[in-house]
């Protein structure tokens, strides 16, 4: 039995879709957001996704899960921040947050728009070199959700609605505080800490003095929380890609390991300038995969274990994965399904 004691538990899912039929993809995925909050996870994520078949926009898609769901989480990983306009997405974020009663986190990222030369004159308005794609573009989204008031004190806006003191609406109270950034480097982790950002970390990181992963991000995580300058306790949730074997048939096992297997080599040295480092993914039976997460040394030092689930794998496959993790592996560490039925009776489900 691990000593682990995870206080929360979710999955990441791509959001998978067909070109030629969008919608079936979509709509599995927010059955899959359904399922999850009834197998007790505390919050289920999406990715966003550009130029290819998957969620374009976090907060329509999350818009549509708030009401299909009551109870689990919401979440978004990541935002590339390159990509949007930080007012006009603070508004969109503080409507899905409304709408789902306050249940949002948003996850968040710096940096250019990876298709900005592909988009061109598609996307940008000027010299790209123009535009300021640093942390600060992410610091003016969350000073967007603060809710100040715009102008000065006398300072109104008038249109058929009425006279108004202007400022961003409608205001989520508490949003500010479930902003996220995803950080991969000490730089990034230190940046989230002093601005007040909760830290995602996943199964890929950089490797600063070292080429040991695990050494590499409770490096991160441990410069995070030393630096923390937010409002309540820094949160840190790590991200591990887990399949479970046990309620798979044996070709899905095979197929499984075999996914597994064509992703091992990137594992074995730092890839690229930038020295990147990955985890190996977490295929097995349950009990190889508790032995395996109770050898995690990041494990101890987050708040949330989350679930990343493959790309292009099934309905049907993420619906086995995350029902065996539930059933068969979260209660070994520490993560109990009585504790969450009892706050589902809470909230009268």
Do not use: C
Request: aromatic share 10%; proline share 5%; glycine share 10%.
């Amino acid at each position: 039995m691990s000593a682990l004691a995870i206080r929360h538990l979710a999955f990441l899912t791509p959001g998978n879709y067909d070109d030629a039929d969008p919608r079936a993809g979509l709509e599995e995925t927010l059955s899959l957001f359904e399922y999850g909050e009834a197998l007790g996870f505390d919050s289920a994520w999406v990715r966003q996704r550009h130029l290819e078949p998957g969620v374009s926009s976090a907060a329509t898609f999350l818009a549509a899960a708030s009401q299909r769901t009551s109870r689990i989480g919401l979440g978004t990983a990541v935002i590339q921040i390159g990509y949007e306009n930080p007012f006009r997405l603070a508004e969109d974020l503080s409507l899905v947050d409304v709408l789902s009663g306050g249940r949002l986190n948003v996850g968040l990222s710096a940096g250019p728009p990876p298709f900005g030369k592909l988009l061109g004159e598609r996307f940008f308005d000027g010299d790209p070199a123009a535009y300021d794609f640093s942390h600060a573009r992410v610091a003016r989204l969350a000073n967007n959700l603060d809710g100040d008031w715009l102008g000065d004190a006398d300072s109104r806006i008038t249109s058929a609605a009425g006279e108004h003191r202007p400022r961003l609406r409608p205001h989520a109270p508490g949003l500010r505080q479930r902003l996220w950034y995803g950080g991969g480097s000490l730089r990034s982790a230190r940046w989230a800490a002093e601005n007040g950002f909760h830290l995602l970390v996943g199964n890929l990181n950089t490797g600063e003095e070292t080429d040991d992963f695990f050494v590499a991000q409770r490096h991160h995580i441990e410069t995070f929380r030393a630096h923390w300058r937010g409002e309540g306790a820094p949160k840190v949730a790590v991200g591990r890609v887990i399949v479970p074997l046990d309620g798979a048939d044996t070709v899905t096992r095979q197929r499984y390991r075999d996914y597994a297997a064509s992703r091992h080599a990137r594992t074995l040295a730092p890839q690229g300038e930038r020295r990147t480092l990955f985890t190996p993914d977490f295929v097995g039976t349950a009990a190889e995969i508790i032995e395996r997460l109770a050898a995690d040394p990041v494990l101890p030092l987050v708040d949330t274990l989350r679930l990343e689930l493959p790309y292009n794998f099934s309905i049907a496959d993420y619906r086995q994965i995350i029902a065996d993790f539930v059933a068969l592996v979260a209660p070994s560490l520490g993560w109990r399904a009585a504790e969450t039925t009892q706050r589902r009776k809470a909230v009268g489900e």
